[in-house]
């Protein structure tokens, strides 16, 4: 796996085992991790989860339209398709953006959906 110095852009096999970097000698805990095929990957993969929370919390909208629900949770349900669709577009963006990748971070790959239920 491939890594980027934060500082210089220096571009490494792997992470050096001191963290600094040889080529501007910055020592740095946030290496990033420089791996465009599987950053695309994660991105498609979020992308597709966006889509399903989107139609989930969708038709949830609709049952809850229709049956009149006085169920606090199934309104704010519907109400995560906003967080989706903003992620959908970054991802889309990021994934037409090859040309301007530059690493990524560990938690990048992260679905927000997983961090949010963190909170
Ligand atoms: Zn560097």
Do not use: T
């Amino acid at each position: 796996m491939k890594v980027r110095c934060p500082g210089c852009g220096h571009i490494a096999n792997k992470l050096p085992p001191s963290l600094r970097c040889p080529d501007c000698d910055n020592f740095s805990h946030d290496w990033l991790i420089y791996d465009w095929e599987s950053f695309a990957l994660m991105k498609r993969r979020h992308i597709r989860y966006n889509f399903l929370i989107i139609g989930l919390s969708l038709l949830n909208l609709l049952v809850a339209i229709s049956s009149k629900s006085p169920a606090m949770f199934q309104w704010l349900f519907s109400l995560l398709f906003i967080p989706a669709i903003i992620s959908l577009f970054c991802c889309r963006r990021q994934l037409e953006s090859e040309s301007e990748y530059e690493g990524h971070k560990g938690r990048a790959l992260i679905h927000w959906f997983i961090g949010f239920r963190g909170f």
